[in-house]
């Protein structure tokens, strides 16, 4: 064999059965388009639709599907699927469960990329949005339409944190076979469970909490049973592929979610709390303080809260006064996205097409990374003072 044939065929790895055999703790990566079958009636079979094994790359390969069970055990559901990305998760899902002529439900509150599939790219193929309230309720029932399928809701939706009343929402959502999907990104399966109460198709960005680590993008949808087909279908089909290193960082990243967002959370009160009893911020908008609109509602349906909320000060500062204080931050990074190890902040005016007590009122978003809270503190009471 010439020497050139002998490198393409130097894969003696893969006869190697204490290889094969070895135990690490964390999975394998596993790279490939081309699956090997062992025999002419494998590929047969695999033809025929009927092949037992992975066929191909785009077939989900081994570290995904770990992925997806890891997933969908911690959110209960009976399927899950990953994405590229989060908001990835969000348009296939919406894709995947919604028809020419249907018209859908939007919290008011929904990241902005969500609101702006629906309204730039939905509609080209018929599917009207209608906007409820950020912190909608049973009322969601007058925006309901004879064609209304599909109910989006996110809870505490981005930026203003409104939280909807996700149990009142879909028992009349039920009633009507309206189906309704959960971005839960920001409280993760283990603060809010979205099938108890009673959500069809939960979401999570895995770029934010679950991976932690501001390293990876990606996205899950979860189904019960009742939607599992359809979604499962829908991702066969368009063969939508993840990246298995991706997979990888998730899993290792889900391993210590519980820890961090224990210490996201207690860090971010505790820097709310402090932010509270200053004369210069006018409202800070985190669910579990009892100073929350929403917060008796909050306290039924979460057992935790995450590292990320906001402030507004008590007046409207100029852009240039805005930047000092900004810019002399030191622990805190300018920049979107959230749920890593790093403080960040972003600032911005949110406008809602329903009227809103923050209409016009400068949001400061902070989400609070792993450092010691008495140095995010110190930080930022300097940068005050640059506005006192
Ligand atoms: C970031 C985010 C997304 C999108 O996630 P990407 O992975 O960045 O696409 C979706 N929903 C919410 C609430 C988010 O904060």
Known sequence: MKSTTRLINCDSFSQDEEISQLKTINPPIFRGSTVLFDSFEDLTLASAGEYKGITYGTDRLPTQRLF????????????????PSGISAIINTLLALTECGDHIL????????????????????NIQTTFVPPASGREIETYIQNNTKLIFLESPGSNTFE????PAITALAKKREIVTVLDNTWATPLYLDAFALGIDVSIQSVTKYISGHSDVLMGTATTNQKYAEKLEQFYRILEIYTPEEDCYTALRGLRTLPLRLRQHEQSALEIARWLESLAIIEHVIHPALPSHPQHHIWKRDFSGSSGIFAFVFNQEYEQEKLAGFVNSLQLFGIGYSWGGFKSLITVGKYNRSQKSEYSGKTIVRLNIGLEEPVDLIKDLESGFELLR
């Open 68 to 83: 997806e069970e890891a997933i969908r055990e911690l959110e209960g559901g009976a399927l899950t699927r990953t994405f």
């Open 106 to 125: 939007l919290c008011d509150n929904a990241y902005g990329p969500t609101a702006r599939f629906c309204t730039e790219i939905l509609t080209k193929y």
């Open 163 to 166: 939280i909807q009343d996700i």
